[in-house]
């Protein structure tokens, strides 16, 4: 059985970081898309950051130059690294994984395995 956890996150002012984990077991990341999404209050899902089936990565317009998004494969963990948080920001975090597709984006439906969530608050 797959699961995804998530840890790391919390409240913040703005301006700080954050380091979110998300260990998986039953599941060993590989060359399938991971990545990260979130959803606000009120908004739907959006994507973050992710790994895609080539390996590259891709980060939100809203997201990019302050999060990044890695992995360590040693200890079957996908994190991202949130600094210069915005109250925006706020939102519950999501990781995801075993995204296959026969391009090398995966969109939020072609992804298997998610987590349930960690909340972060970014408050001003």
């Known amino acids: 059985q797959v699961q995804l956890v998530e840890s790391g996150g919390g409240s913040v002012q703005a301006g700080g970081s954050l380091r979110l984990s998300c260990k998986a077991s039953?599941?060993?990341?590989?060359?399938?898309?991971t990545g990260w999404f979130r959803q606000a209050t009120g908004k739907g899902r959006e994507a973050v950051a992710s790994?895609?089936?080539?390996?590259?990565?891709y980060y939100g317009d809203s997201v990019r130059g302050r999060f990044t998004i890695s992995k360590d494969n040693a200890v079957n963990t996908l994190y991202l690294q949130m600094n210069n948080l915005k109250p925006e920001d706020t939102a519950m975090y999501y990781c995801a994984a075993g995204g296959q597709t026969s391009a090398a984006y995966c969109y939020e439906y072609e992804y298997k395995y998610w987590g349930q969530g960690t909340q972060v608050t970014v408050s001003s």
């Open positions: 039953g599941y060993t990341y590989n060359s399938d898309c």
């Open positions: 790994f895609d089936s080539d390996g590259y990565t």
